[in-house]
C-alpha cells in the first residue's frame, strides 16, 4: 500500500515589519526614500515591509507638489491608507506646532497601531524622545523594536544643555532590542553618547545600476539638453534640502564667489552654472535663511538653476561636472554615495558623521574647511583640472560597488529583521 500523499504545505507567513517615520516619500527624505527602494528586495526576502508616517509640514508638502488635503481630520487620526511604490502606507494627522508635540502625537498613534494591529518587528527611522512610550509598548506587547541611528546628535553647547541631553537622550535607546546605524562614525558617537546597546552598521545601498559614470560625450550632451543645461558648460550641482544644515547658502556664496570676474581672474568658464536642485523648506526660524537664498538666486539670474525637489538625481550627477556638498552633519548620506558610483568629482568639508572606514576613499574627495574661500578653491581645483579629479572619482566607483553594494546591505537588513524576531521568541 503506497503512503498517502503530502499534503502541501502553505507558504510560510512573511515578516511583518512596521517602520516608524516621522516623514516619508513622496515627501523629501533621505532615509525613508532609502527604505522605499529596499522594500522588493526585503520582500524578495520574506519580508513584509509597512510604514506608518505623517502629515509633512505645509512647505514638505508644496515641495513635493502635494495639496494640504487633511485638515478634516482630526490631529492623531489616521488619513485613508495609501500604497507607495508598492508600500501600505498610514499617516497620522499631526497638529500645527512645536517638532516635540508633533513627535509625541506620531508616538501615541504608533503605540495604538502596536496593540491594535502588532507587528512582527518594529523599526523606527529615526531617534526621539518622544518614542519612548511607544518603545515601553512595543516591550508589553512582547514586540521587538529597533532604533535607526542614521543623523548624528547636534548637541547643545549651552552650558546645561549638553550634560542634560547626554542623560536623556540615550532613554530612547534602553528600551529597544536593536540599533542600526550605518557607518562606524555612528557607532563610535552612540558610544561617546552613552548608548550601551551594540549597534549592528549595515551601510546604505546604491544602485549602481541607476547611478553609474557617464563616458560619452555625446551622451551628456544630450542629457543635459533634456534637463535645460548648457550642452558645453561647465556644471556644478548641489543636491539636498535648501537648509541651514545642508549648506545652501554656503553653496550659493561660493558660487557667486567662483564666477565673479574679481574673484577668480576670469579663470571660470563664463557659462558655468549652478543647479540648486532640492526642496525649500525653511519655515519658523529658517523662513529668514531660505528669503536670503531666493535672494541670491535671483541675484545670479540665468548662472542657477533651481528646480526644486527632484526625483531624477541620477542624472544631475552624470551631467555634473562637480558636486558641491557643504552639509555640516549627516549620518552616511546617499547623495555622497550615489556621485562616487556615478563618478562624480566631489567638494566637500570634514562634516559631523564623515567616513570613518579605514578603506573609505576619502583621496577621491576634496575636502576643505567648511568656509566660502575653501569651497571657492575647491571648484577651481575640479573645474580647472580637466578630467583628472573625474578619473579618480570613478576609482571610487569600485569602492561603492563593493563595500555598498545594495543585495549585501538587503541580506544585512533581512538576517537583522529576523534576528531580532527570533530572539524576542526565545
Request: hydrophobic share 45%; proline share 10%.
Amino acid at each position: 500500500m503506497s503512503p498517502p500523499a503530502r499534503q502541501p504545505q502553505p507558504p510560510p507567513r512573511p515578516l511583518r515589519v512596521l517602520l516608524v517615520a516621522a516623514v516619508f516619500p513622496p515627501y523629501h527624505t533621505g532615509a525613508g526614500r532609502r527604505f522605499l527602494s529596499y522594500a522588493p528586495g526585503l520582500a524578495a526576502r520574506g519580508i513584509a515591509l509597512s510604514v506608518l508616517s505623517a502629515t509633512p509640514s505645509d512647505a514638505r508638502a508644496a515641495a513635493a507638489g502635494r495639496p494640504r488635503d487633511w485638515d478634516a481630520v482630526r490631529p492623531g487620526a489616521c488619513l485613508p491608507p495609501e500604497v507607495i511604490d508598492g508600500v501600505p502606507v498610514q499617516r497620522v494627522r499631526l497638529p500645527d506646532g512645536p517638532r516635540r508635540l508633533r513627535s509625541a502625537v506620531l508616538a501615541a498613534a504608533a503605540a495604538r497601531r502596536v496593540f491594535a494591529d502588532p507587528p512582527d518587528v518594529v523599526l523606527f527611522l529615526e531617534h526621539s524622545v518622544e518614542y519612548v512610550p511607544t518603545l515601553a509598548a512595543c516591550r508589553a506587547r512582547g514586540i521587538p523594536s529597533a532604533v535607526a541611528y542614521t543623523l548624528l546628535l547636534n548637541e547643545g553647547t549651552h552650558p546645561w544643555r549638553r550634560p542634560l541631553e547626554r542623560l536623556i537622550w540615550p532613554l530612547g535607546f534602553r528600551l529597544a532590542d536593536g540599533v542600526v546605524t550605518n557607518n562606524a562614525a555612528g557607532a563610535a558617537s552612540l558610544l561617546a553618547l552613552g548608548v550601551d546597546l551594540p549597534a549592528t552598521v549595515i551601510p546604505n545601498g546604491v544602485d549602481t545600476a541607476r547611478f553609474r559614470p557617464c563616458t560619452d560625450p555625446e551622451e551628456r550632451r544630450a542629457l543635459r539638453k533634456a534637463l535645460g543645461l548648457p550642452e558645453d558648460g561647465r556644471v556644478v550641482v548641489y543636491l539636498g534640502a535648501i537648509s541651514p544644515r545642508k549648506g545652501a547658502d554656503l553653496a550659493l556664496a561660493a558660487f557667486e564667489r567662483l564666477v565673479s570676474p574679481v574673484s577668480t581672474s576670469g579663470k571660470v568658464a563664463p557659462e558655468t552654472m549652478l543647479v540648486l536642485a532640492g526642496p525649500w523648506l525653511g519655515a519658523g526660524a529658517d523662513a529668514r535663511f531660505v528669503a536670503d537664498a531666493r535672494a541670491s538666486v535671483a541675484r545670479l539670474g540665468a548662472r542657477v538653476l533651481a528646480p526644486g525637489q527632484v526625483t531624477r538625481a541620477a542624472e544631475w550627477l552624470r551631467a555634473a561636472d562637480v558636486l558641491l556638498f557643504p552639509s555640516a552633519r549627516e549620518g552616511l548620506p546617499n547623495t555622497l554615495l550615489e556621485a562616487l558610483a556615478s563618478g562624480c568629482p566631489v567638494v566637500t568639508s570634514r562634516f559631523a558623521g564623515f567616513p570613518t572606514e579605514p578603506d573609505f576613499p576619502a583621496d577621491a574627495l576634496v575636502c576643505v574647511p567648511r568656509t566660502v574661500d575653501a569651497f571657492v578653491d575647491g571648484l577651481c581645483r575640479v573645474l580647472e583640472s580637466g578630467d583628472a579629479h573625474r578619473q579618480s572619482a570613478q576609482r571610487a566607483r569600485e569602492w561603492v560597488l563593493r563595500a555598498h553594494d545594495r543585495e549585501r546591505v538587503l541580506d544585512a537588513y533581512a538576517a537583522f529583521f529576523f534576528g531580532l524576531a527570533e530572539g524576542r521568541r526565545r
